[in-house]
T-cell receptor, first 115, second 114 residues
Framework: AQSVTQLDSQVPVFEEAPVELRCNYS??????LFWYVQYPNQGLQLLLK??????LVKGINGFEAEFNKSQTSFHLRKPSVHISDTAEYFC?????????????FGTGTRLQVTL | NAGVTQTPKFQVLKTGQSMTLQCAQD?????MSWYRQDPGMGLRLIHY???????DQGEVPNGYNVSRSTTEDFPLRLLSAAPSQTSVYFC?????????????FGEGSRLTVL
């Protein structure tokens, strides 16, 4: 069975500083990987996804993530954060051999950006 | 374009009551699903459907029932509400039957069971 681990429940950072949100997964088959963002009192929206090809994936709002198969990781990064990036971020995995979009989500990382 | 619409946004129930959370999408998506979100536990899949007339259980299906009579609608029924079902519920749909599809989420329904 697939699983996702987000070790950091909260990440405080100052505006314009870089940030990395960590995500590790486990699966016995090939996977597809996703990062979603949830702003307060809203649903989740897709930031970026890795399906195949280049291991460096660029998403919306200046975020990017790198797929590392040997370390089973998919860390999310942004070189300079803004106050508006304050939100909860979820990493998710879907097994490549599956027949439906049964995403397994991590427990989330709350990014708090302050001045 | 409305996307995924959930109703109601807020609901308070007493233990033992039943209710239905409504979910509708206007994107002609085959795949629809229900998740619950609890603090420190992320999102957990309750039930999902890959098309009209087809439903299946997710990770936490007990106490919930679903049906899919049309492509657009995927209601979630709580048969006899319990305090453990206090949560935020999200409906999500995808434009592809496959596992690669991006999920489009509704804004959530916050349920409190007293």
């Amino acid at each position: 069975a697939q699983s996702v681990t987000q070790l950091d429940s909260q990440v405080p950072v100052f505006e314009e500083a870089p940030v990395e949100l960590r995500c590790n997964y486990s699966s016995s088959v090939s996977v597809y990987l996703f990062w979603y963002v949830q702003y307060p009192n809203q649903g989740l929206q897709l930031l970026l996804k890795y399906l195949s090809g280049s291991t460096l994936v660029k998403g919306i709002n200046g975020f990017e993530a790198e797929f590392n198969k040997s370390q089973t990781s998919f860390h999310l990064r942004k070189p300079s954060v803004h106050i508006s990036d304050t939100a909860e971020y979820f990493c998710a995995v879907s097994e490549g051999g599956g027949t439906a979009s049964k995403l397994t989500f991590g427990t989330g990382t709350r990014l708090q950006v302050t001045l | 374009n409305a996307g995924v619409t959930q109703t109601p946004k807020f609901q308070v129930l007493k233990t033992g009551q039943s209710m239905t959370l409504q979910c509708a999408q206007d994107m002609n998506h085959e795949y629809m699903s229900w998740y619950r979100q609890d603090p420190g536990m992320g999102l957990r899949l309750i039930h999902y459907s890959v098309g009209a007339g087809i439903t299946d259980q997710g990770e936490v299906p007990n106490g919930y029932n679903v049906s899919r009579s049309t492509t657009e609608d995927f209601p979630l029924r709580l048969l006899s509400a319990a305090p453990s079902q206090t949560s935020v519920y999200f409906c999500a749909s995808s434009y592809t039957r496959g596992r690669t599809g991006e999920l489009f989420f509704g804004e959530g329904s916050r349920l409190t069971v007293l």
